[in-house]
């Protein structure tokens, strides 16, 4: 089945700087793949996904990337704010199967 | 527009004791359903899924159960909670294959 691992588990930055996390998956069927923000105490929220018919998106200061032949993608936060500090999880799926996520990076952006 | 709604908020159960969580999806038909755990600080762990009214598919075995008796109902279940069945609980939806995966607002269990 699909495995995804995902990198780095803790991440800080300075306030204006860029992030990136990074998330490798297993299955080269996989199609879908999610980027989700989880704020202390609350529930994932999607934020950016992309299919496998793409190689990047962009949504203002968030972007995706998606490398299908090393099976790797990565989200990009450009001027990181302090409202940026959350987890955040990759997933991938299939399309057969429900999603399998990473195990979350907690981003620390410090003012 | 799709909202899902999730209760209760927080739940504070003795070990030993029976659990009804329930989750309904408003605004589409025929939604694939999902029930997850998360322990403090960790990941989502998926319990199950139903692509279905009856169809339930268990991704872990544990003392825990779902239901789907209705389209947009999905309901967790246990006999007899264990300590270890403390965490955070969410219920999600999707219209289908690869489509955007949304979550409730979850519930907090306890058990002491």
């Known amino acids: 089945g699909e495995n995804v691992e995902q990198h780095p588990s803790t991440l800080s930055v300075q306030e204006g700087d860029s992030a990136v996390i990074k998330c490798t998956y297993s299955?080269?069927?996989?199609?879908?793949f999610p980027w989700y923000k989880q704020e202390l105490g609350k529930r994932p929220q999607l934020i950016i996904d992309?299919?496998?018919?793409?190689g990047e998106k962009k949504d203002q200061r968030i972007a995706v990337t998606l490398n299908k032949t090393a099976k790797h993608f990565s989200l990009h936060i450009t001027e990181t704010q302090p409202e940026d500090s959350a987890v955040y999880f990759c997933?991938?799926?299939?399309?057969?199967?429900?999603?399998?996520f990473g195990k979350g990076t907690r981003l620390s952006v410090i003012a | 527009s799709q909202t899902i709604h999730q209760w209760p908020a927080t739940l504070v159960q003795p070990v030993g004791s029976p659990l009804s969580l329930e989750c309904t999806v408003e605004?589409?038909?025929?939604?694939?359903l999902y029930w997850y755990r998360q322990a403090a600080g960790r990941g989502l762990q998926l319990l199950f899924y139903?692509?279905?009214?009856?169809?339930i598919s268990s991704e872990v075995p544990q003392n825990l159960s779902a239901s789907r008796p209705q389209d947009r109902q999905f309901i967790l279940s246990s006999k007899k909670l264990l300590l270890s069945d403390s965490g955070f609980y969410l219920c999600?939806?999707?219209?289908?294959?690869?489509?955007?995966?949304?979550f409730g607002d979850g519930t907090r269990l306890s058990i002491l």
């Open positions: 999600a939806w999707t219209r289908g294959s690869n489509q955007p995966q949304h």
């Open positions: 299955d080269s069927a996989s199609n879908y």
């Open positions: 992309i299919r496998s018919n793409v």
């Open positions: 997933a991938a799926s299939s399309g057969n199967t429900p999603l399998v």
């Open positions: 605004g589409t038909s025929n939604p694939n």
């Open positions: 139903s692509v279905g009214i009856g169809q």
